[in-house]
């Protein structure tokens, strides 16, 4: 009993304080560290469930190697076994008492407060349809964006470089069947290919047939549907000729794609292009003509005594990188703060954001970090107190936007965004880049640097400066972005003529 009410403490004290986070997991990376305490929860069920299972299984053996024993004497000449008095009484009372008691133990079912305790995690953590396909469409992403191949990807080699992670039959089977329904058929066939490669029968079979209800045959029948809808008569014969021994019904599908091979039709050849890096996130930065480093002293009397390092990236428009100028125990501050309130964006046709996770922060204008942008950028704070902060999901990005506001969405008191200051919070492992496609311009994180640029001309004119965030490869981005608007500006930045 103490056992049980332990096992649903333990349980609803995590629905209470991890059920939220669950919510959209595959777009917040800080949120799906949730996921992985919620499956460590799981594991310990299931072993305590098993280990019950085991102790039920020795009892039972016990008692049937005991029964076992005397079977081979009385089974070889029964009535000379009865015949004697002691056997006799032994036998009337097994099945008198022993049988009855082996009976219950059979009828015991075990581990259920585990099972319960499993299924009442299910109910609050387990991801949704909606999460699946958000992973789905990262990985997508990695595919688009960085040019790499589903062999690749289901290998763990991202980018040249090796991880220790890799995909299951199961995950590249998702990842086909996600490509089929969108017409991806190209992403498809790999997958399919990748799926058949990472299969094991002799390590995966039984657990995947019994437990997953996998079927070998729906695999394959399913690769070579994709390859023959797009003409790939004799891959598919030569796929199921080496295959077809291994299921009865694969035999059926090879005999017709045999008929079909039968006209003279040649398989079409796909040819791939060139690709290219349109986007700009693996750009390299070559030196610019205007690119120059600095120490900035001239904003305030306290840079001075502790001046900025910057590095401009681009005068016209003005864009700079200052370093170094938000601390480690404001980031862990950050982040402490905004974990629980991190919220996924509207999901609406075209987003700006995917695989993203934003919340709101308001800090006093006196604080040292407001004081910081007034010294980076030498404008006021007061009036532009909040801050956003965006942690991105599985391979997380920010499409093509400018951050000007359109006119009906903005007030007579704050006018249009006149400076952006995005903080970089962690360095991101591969990829994340943020980049200026029109100026050719990539901007790598960095922890602790932050990106400032100007919206506005010196006219009050918006620059158009086009920028997306690329999709994280592998690694947590965090980044702290203020906007600072045009109107509280009137006097530490007026217009020029």
Not at 12 to 39: C, F, N, P, Q, R
Not at 133 to 145: M, P, R, T, V
Request: charged share 25%; hydrophobic share 40%.
């Amino acid at each position: 009993m103490f056992m049980f009410l332990s096992i649903c403490l333990t349980s609803l004290a995590l629905s209470e304080g991890l059920s939220e986070m669950t919510i959209d997991s595959a777009m917040s990376i800080a949120g799906m560290k949730v996921l992985v305490d919620w499956e460590g929860f799981f594991i310990s069920e299931m072993e305590s469930y098993t280990a019950a299972l085991k102790n039920k299984i020795d009892i039972i053996e016990s008692f049937l190697q005991e029964v076992q024993s005397k079977r081979e004497i009385s089974r070889r000449n029964p009535e000379e076994f009865v015949a004697h008095p002691l056997n006799a009484f032994s036998l009337i009372r097994r099945l008198h008492e022993d049988w009855t008691q082996v009976e219950l133990v059979m009828l015991n079912q075990v581990g259920l407060a585990n099972l319960q305790s499993i299924e009442n995690g299910l109910d609050v953590a387990q991801p949704t349809d909606k999460d699946l396909n958000d992973a789905i469409n990262g990985i997508i992403s990695l595919q688009e964006f960085y040019n790499l191949q589903p062999d690749e990807i289901a290998n763990g080699v991202l980018m040249g470089q090796q991880y220790n992670a890799s995909l299951t039959t199961l995950n590249c089977m998702a990842m086909a069947n996600a490509c089929e329904s969108f017409d991806f058929d190209n992403y498809a066939l790999k997958w399919y290919k990748s799926a058949v490669e990472h299969y094991n029968d002799d390590r995966d079979g039984r657990v995947y047939r019994e437990v997953f209800g996998f079927s070998l045959f729906d695999l394959y029948k399913n690769y070579t549907s994709v390859l023959i809808s797009n003409g790939f008569r004799k891959t598919a014969l030569n796929l199921l000729r080496d295959v077809s021994d291994l299921d009865a019904n694969l035999w059926s599908i090879r005999k017709d794609v045999y008929e079909m091979g039968k006209i003279d039709v040649p398989d079409p050849t796909f040819p791939i292009p060139p690709w290219f890096d349109v986007t700009g996130c693996l750009r390299v930065s070559r030196t610019r003509q205007h690119h120059s480093c600095h120490y900035e002293k001239s904003t305030s009397d306290f840079l001075r005594i502790a001046p900025l390092k910057v590095e401009t990236l681009s005068l016209k428009p003005h864009i700079v990188l200052y370093h170094d100028v938000i601390y480690d125990s404001e980031i862990s501050k950050v982040q402490n703060i905004s974990l629980p309130s991190l919220k996924s964006p509207l999901r609406i046709l075209h987003a700006e954001d995917h695989n993203l996770k934003l919340a709101k922060i308001r800090e006093d204008y006196h604080s040292p970090l407001n004081l910081r942008i007034k010294d980076m950028t030498g404008e006021d704070v007061k009036e532009d107190t909040d801050f956003q902060i965006d942690n991105y999901g599985i391979c997380g990005f920010r499409y093509y936007h400018t951050d000007n506001l359109e006119s009906q969405d903005q007030t007579v008191e704050l006018g249009d965004r006149l400076t952006s200051i995005m903080f970089f919070m962690n360095d991101v492992a591969q990829g994340g880049a943020f980049v200026f496609p029109n100026l050719n311009l990539t901007i790598w994180p960095q922890k602790g640097s932050a990106l400032v640029w100007r919206n506005l001309d010196h006219r009050m004119q918006p620059n158009d400066l086009l920028h997306r965030s690329c999709p994280v490869i592998v690694g947590s981005k965090w980044t702290l972005t203020k906007w600072l608007h045009e109107r509280p500006q009137m006097f530490s930045r007026p217009c020029k003529i």
